[in-house]
DNA sequence: GCGGATATTGGGAACGTTCCCACGGGAACG
DNA sequence: CGTTCCCGTGGGAACGTTCCCAATATCCGC
């Protein structure tokens, strides 16, 4: 065709507002090109980077992002998947899901998926996780290793990870040889709950030197609750929170943390879910990634104090 | 149809896992029953409810939310704007874009178009925004109300509705007889930019004794430069930001603020478009919503000092 | 100049729905 | 019992693409 009539039809085009019908394009090539991203909380920032990742990824191989939402409502998310399903994604990746296995699993039939920040144990899915376990030994190594021997964990109940993150707490106590000192206030990733699992922490009879809150959020809450008992942090006591958010990084709040890979959790499910549209045999796996530890302002050596003969 | 056969049809398409297929729907229908949006930034909370906002009045009218995201990235932006418009989307909103003004015409040409959180000025497309002018009258006045009058303003620079803000920061300040009090230190919305600029203002020969930051990041910044220079909020200077965002409500912050109302916001905007598309003769609109003072804990009455003869 | 091979063009068919119309059967009424 | 109306059923046509194949044009070599 001669570059003459090529742009003359462009302009054409151009001038009748002419836009290649995408929904056509989808029933004859089977294809849209499409991977859908269903996001079960668009509020939590933790998604907006790893969707950075899932968007980077795409791109980088052809694809688009389609994101809907479920507002944290398991029965929205629902209803999010299934317009997924009939726009006819070629893929799905499900971000914080709330959905019930069988939901999934009847999904996963249809389309590739992977499922990130939430681990349903199904075969056919491809999983991309944290490993949290691992944080938080991170974290308490960094503060046995800074001569802290009471160190409280505040526990996360049934939020994401919260398990891991406990087992990982208690795990790293004993190899330090500090079981003894292992305490758990239960918690719940809220602001909230950090501030009175704190406060509960700060007024019973052995005062810990060193707090473990298992999300940032939660610390911030530990750090009001230890601000009015009248201590500083980290002279008095040293705090640490999970996860790296904006909020940990304020410069008014500078929270020592263990970082996830968000960006890096986002670039791998979208991998993994193009790897299985392109071969559709591969199978599903789960991928766990190395959380890294952030050393900020609120964490401090143990000062050294007077101690029993025993030493 | 009697009920037994219904059934069974329904368990048969169950079975073999039959899904409607939006795509061949919306090429007979002509239509989508989707909305699309196009966020610009999904970091940016403030977007996270305005899309709580659009998605709620977008299913009470039987459409459903379609999200793309431009990541901050002009280029990225109308790629995902394209995107939407090739899927056929029924309407669009576009939250906080940075598109230049012929796309978004080109766009409202082919669909009913929303603007949210960017003010274009463009015929043919609805806008919706929050009376900023309003929201910096309010806390100007409020900070008058308690007896300051070296009133202070960080800018916002080039961010969304800073231009508004300061010009209301001067309308208020010349209401209240305080014009020759006014000073406006530059700044970008940033926490960086906030801290340079609350640093200036209390190295300067005569230091403010309230400063109204014209978002919650900056003020935050700015929180941190008072504290260093050994100033307490509120007893000291008084502070305020704007925007009323989750961490001017973290209990450790607790900022006096304005707040948008930004579900609000996502509601009307979904309203203007579901109204054009199915009228589709009638006019766009401007939206003008009002902003509503917060008072928490970084304000306070300005001590009375002895003052000269002149009373 | 002709045959064969290769590029260029044009014309269906198909994708999975919805919508409309024609047809047939059954019920109600005269 | 026949006619009319209504409901239900079934069969295209259309939506806007892509893809493939056939037909035609172009080119090269002999």
């Not at 933790?46 to 409502?73: M, Q, S």
């Not at 491809?126 to 960094?142: C, I, K, S």
């Not at 046995?144 to 049934?158: F, P, T, Y």
């Not at 950090?194 to 509960?200: L, S």
């Amino acid at each position: 065709m001669s570059p003459a009539s090529r742009a003359a039809v462009i302009a054409a085009a151009e001038e009748l507002g002419y836009r290649a019908n995408a929904a056509a394009r989808s029933l004859v090539q089977r294809r849209s090109y499409n991977i859908g991203v269903m996001v079960s909380d668009l509020h939590n920032i933790f998604f907006a980077e790893v969707l950075d990742g899932l968007y980077a990824a795409a791109a980088e191989r052809g694809y688009r992002t389609l994101i809907t939402t479920g507002n944290r409502d398991p029965l929205a998310e629902e209803r999010a998947l299934e317009q997924l399903l009939e726009l006819r994604a070629d893929g799905v990746v499900l971000a914080g899901a709330r959905l019930p296995a069988e939901v999934v699993r009847a999904a996963a039939r249809t389309v590739p998926i992977a499922l990130v920040g939430s681990d349903l144990q199904l075969r056919g899915v491809d999983v991309v996780v944290d490993d949290d376990f691992q944080g938080a030994v991170l974290a308490v190594e960094h503060l046995a290793g800074l001569g802290h021997r009471d160190i409280a964990l505040i526990d996360g109940g049934q939020g994401a990870g919260a398990k891991e993150r406990s087992d990982g707490y208690r795990a790293a106590m004993r190899d330090a040889g500090l079981l003894r000192h292992v305490r758990i206030e239960p918690g719940d990733f809220t602001e909230g709950g950090g501030y009175e699992g704190a406060r509960r922490l700060l007024n019973g009879s052995r005062r810990p030197t060193a707090i473990f809150a298992s999300n940032d959020q939660s610390a911030v809450g530990a750090l009001d609750a230890i601000n009015e008992a009248g201590l500083r942090v980290p002279q008095d006591v040293s705090l640490m929170g999970y996860d790296n958010t904006a909020l940990a990084a304020l410069g008014h709040i500078s929270l020592t943390t263990i970082h996830q890979p968000r960006n890096q959790i986002g670039v791998m499910a979208m991998k993994a879910v193009v790897r299985r549209i392109e071969h559709p045999g591969s199978p599903a796996r789960r991928h766990v990634l190395a959380p890294k530890l952030i050393v900020r302002d609120t964490t401090a050596r143990l000062p050294s104090r007077p101690r029993p003969a025993s030493r």
